[in-house]
C-alpha cells in the first residue's frame, strides 16, 4: 500500500499553501476584527483551481481526486478556517451535486463560474426547526405552470448574501416523506429571495452565515435540480462528500494549531529554560501529531473511497468512510486547539495571537454538515447492517451460567 503523494498532488499543496503564507496571513488578523468577507483571495483560488476541483475539465473545473481536494483545504484551513469552508460548500456540496445531477443547460450556466471562483455556492438545507432531521423540513415549493413558488426560511446558510447559486431543498410532496423533497438552483435575483439577516458567531468570523427568507420565490422548472422527490438523496449523497471536506478543514486547523504551539513552546522560557523542555508540554505535543496523523489517515482514505465510488457504480456507498472521517477529525481538532491554548498560557487567551482563533474556529467542526452524534449513528448502522449473521447467532445462542 503506498502512502506517497504524487507529483501533481505535492504541486497542490506546495501551491496552495505558499498562496495562504504570503497572500492571506498577513491580513487575516485585520480581517477577523472587522468581520471582512475574503472575496478577492477567494477569487485568486479559484485562478488557482481551488473552487472546481472536483469538476471535470470538460465543464471548467480541474477534474482532480479526492485527495488532491482534501489537500488544497488542509493547506487553506491551516491558514484560515474560514476560507476554507466557503470552499468546501462551493466545492462538495454545490459544485458536485450540479455536475452529477443537473442538466446541460444547468451545467453550462452554472459550473464554470463556480470552478473559476466568478460566484461562489450555498447549500440551503437546514432550517430554525430543521437540521439533523433533514426530512422534517417546512419550506414549500407549489409548482404553478412554468415555475415553482418557494416559500420558507434557510437558516446558517455558509456563503449566504454573496453567493451567485444557493442550492435549495424544498417540499413539493407533503405526504410523501422524505421522496416529497426537491432541489432548486436558486440566484439571489429571483423575486422573492431575501437575506433576512447575518449570523453572529463564535468563530468562523470571515465565513458569512445567513438566514434566506423565500418569500413566494419565483423558481423556473428549468432550475429544478434533477426530478420530484430526489431531493433528500441529492442532499445526503452531497453531504457525504461534504464531510470529506470537513474533515480536511479539521486536519488544517489542527495542523496550524500544532505548528503554533510548538513554535511557542520553543520560544517561551520559564525557569531558565524553554518550556518545550518540559515533559508535560512535549506529551501534549506528541500526542497532538500522533491525533492529527490518525485523522489525516482517515480523511485520505475515506477520499480514496469518495474515488472509488464514482468510479466503480454500485460500490458500496461513502456514508460510513466519510462519517468516520468528520467525527474523529471534527473532535481532534478541537482537543487539539485546546491544547495549543494550554501550551500559550494566559497569551493563548488573547485574540493577539492565532491560537485563540483556531480554539473558537474549531467548536463548530462537530456540528455542521453533520454532528457528532449523527456521525455515530451512521456508522453504527453501517457496522450491524454488515456484522456477519453467523456471529449474531452464536452470540444468541450462548447459554447463561450460575
Not at 502512502?3 to 496571513?25: A, G, H, K, N
Not at 446541460?104 to 461562489?120: D, N
Not at 430554525?128 to 412554468?146: H, W
Request: aromatic share 8%.
Amino acid at each position: 500500500m503506498d502512502f506517497s503523494l504524487s507529483s501533481d498532488q505535492l504541486l497542490i499543496r506546495d501551491t496552495v499553501r505558499q498562496f495562504m503564507e504570503t497572500e492571506m496571513r498577513l491580513i487575516l488578523r485585520e480581517y477577523e476584527r472587522e468581520g471582512k468577507f475574503p472575496a478577492e483571495q477567494l477569487r485568486k483560488l479559484g485562478e488557482l483551481g481551488c473552487c472546481g476541483m472536483l469538476v471535470p475539465e470538460e465543464w471548467g473545473g480541474a477534474g482532480t481526486d479526492t485527495i488532491s481536494y482534501a489537500l488544497m483545504l488542509e493547506e487553506v484551513a491551516r491558514v484560515c478556517a474560514s476560507t476554507a469552508v466557503a470552499l468546501s460548500v462551493t466545492n462538495s456540496v454545490v459544485g458536485v451535486p450540479v455536475w452529477k445531477f443537473g442538466n446541460e443547460a444547468q451545467k453550462k450556466k452554472y459550473l464554470a463560474p463556480l470552478s473559476r471562483g466568478e460566484i461562489l455556492g450555498a447549500f440551503c438545507l437546514t432550517e430554525p426547526q430543521a437540521g439533523s432531521d433533514a426530512a422534517g423540513i417546512q419550506t414549500r415549493a407549489v409548482s404553478e405552470g412554468d415555475y415553482y413558488v418557494l416559500n420558507g426560511t434557510k437558516a446558517w446558510v455558509t456563503n449566504g448574501g454573496v453567493s451567485g447559486v444557493y442550492l435549495v431543498f424544498a417540499k413539493t410532496d407533503l405526504d410523501a416523506g422524505a421522496r416529497g423533497v426537491t432541489a432548486f438552483l436558486v440566484e439571489a435575483s429571483f423575486p422573492g429571495f431575501r437575506v433576512s439577516r447575518y449570523e453572529e458567531k463564535m468563530g468562523l468570523h470571515l465565513s458569512r452565515s445567513a438566514e434566506i427568507v423565500f418569500d413566494n420565490c419565483r423558481v423556473t422548472v428549468e432550475n429544478r435540480l434533477g426530478e420530484e422527490g430526489q431531493g433528500l438523496k441529492i442532499a445526503l449523497e452531497s453531504l457525504d462528500g461534504g464531510r470529506v471536506g470537513i474533515a480536511a478543514q479539521a486536519l488544517g486547523l489542527a495542523q496550524g494549531a500544532l505548528e503554533a504551539a510548538a513554535r511557542y513552546a520553543k520560544q517561551r522560557r520559564t525557569f531558565g529554560k524553554p518550556i518545550a523542555e518540559y515533559q508535560a508540554i512535549q506529551w501534549m505535543l506528541a500526542d497532538m501529531q500522533t491525533e492529527i496523523e490518525a485523522a489525516r489517515a482517515l480523511t485520505h482514505y475515506a477520499a480514496f473511497m469518495r474515488d472509488k465510488e464514482s468510479r466503480e457504480p454500485g460500490f458500496r456507498r461513502l456514508g460510513s468512510y466519510a462519517s468516520r472521517a468528520k467525527l474523529y477529525a471534527s473532535e481532534m481538532a478541537n482537543r487539539v486547539a485546546y491544547r495549543a491554548v494550554q501550551i500559550h498560557g494566559s497569551v493563548g487567551y488573547s485574540r493577539e495571537t492565532d491560537v485563540e482563533r483556531y480554539y473558537r474556529d474549531a467548536r463548530v467542526l462537530t456540528i455542521y454538515e453533520g454532528t457528532s452524534e449523527m456521525q455515530r449513528i451512521v456508522i453504527a448502522r453501517d457496522l450491524l447492517r454488515n456484522a456477519p449473521a453467523g456471529a449474531q447467532s452464536r452470540a444468541a445462542g450462548v447459554r447463561q451460567v450460575g
